[in-house]
């Protein structure tokens, strides 16, 4: 049972133009989220999160939107730069296990120039 | 900054041999994280400790699978015997607390199980 979906695999964006990777979720007693970034032959890097009471969390050219009543939420890349190429991962934290963090599969994004 | 340091970075290995993984977390973190990575099932937690603790190893796939944190700076996940099943990337993971704080992930050991 997957509690954070990410149904898209892949994303591909023109340079410039803005990228929108999205996320599901079934849990409504998350309290908060957080989307990372990986690059191949690295680990996940902590990229931008957003707290439960929120609907929009901004830093940069990054901006994750809350949508409780749908337990949907998306993270706009604008605008899209070739660097921005990477899989993207929602992930929530665990309400079982304090501290765990339960990830979506992950949504590859490619910036063309 | 160091960040989370794993070892090896790839492992290649025969089946039925023992492997072990190494992960020395974020100086001061007191969580630490093992996560497998496949392509089937994506990002799944083995095992999380917190101050040297083992506190959730439902993740564990099976007795083949071992994890140890002796000290603050050091932990290993040991697979023996090991099985081309077992083939994946292993990431270590740790954090400064139990809620909130993001979890820093290490590069990762790419582990091929012939």
């Known amino acids: 049972d997957q509690q954070v979906k990410q149904n898209s695999p892949s994303l591909s964006v023109q340079e410039g133009r803005i990228s929108i990777l999205n996320c599901d979720y079934t849990?409504?007693?998350?309290?908060?989220f957080l989307w990372y970034k990986k690059y191949p032959a690295e680990g996940p890097t902590f990229l931008i999160s957003?707290?439960?009471?929120?609907d929009k969390n901004e830093d940069g050219r990054f901006t994750v939107f809350l949508n409780k009543s749908a337990k949907h939420l998306s993270l706009h890349i604008v605008p899209s730069q070739p660097g921005d190429s990477a899989v993207y991962f929602c992930a929530a934290p665990s309400p079982r296990s304090q501290g765990n963090l339960i990830f979506g599969k992950g949504t590859k994004l490619s910036v063309k120039p | 900054d160091a960040g989370v340091i794993q070892s090896p970075r790839h492992e290649v290995t025969e089946m039925g041999q023992e492997v072990t993984l190494r992960c020395k977390p974020i100086?001061?973190?007191?969580?630490l994280f093992w996560y497998r990575q496949t392509m089937m099932r994506g990002l799944e937690l083995l095992i999380y400790?917190?101050?040297?603790?083992?506190?959730?190893d439902s993740g564990m796939p099976e007795d083949r699978f071992s994890a140890k944190m002796p000290n603050a700076s050091f932990s290993t996940l040991k697979i023996q015997p090991s099985e081309p099943r077992d083939s994946a990337v292993y990431f270590c993971?740790?954090?400064?607390?139990?809620?909130?704080?993001?979890?820093?992930f290490g590069d990762g050991t790419r582990l091929s199980i012939l």
């Open positions: 993971a740790s954090s400064s607390g139990t809620q909130g704080p993001p979890q820093h």
């Open positions: 100086s001061g973190h007191n969580s």
């Open positions: 400790f917190n101050n040297n603790v083992p506190i959730d």
């Open positions: 957003i707290s439960s009471i929120k």
């Open positions: 849990n409504s007693m998350f309290d908060y």
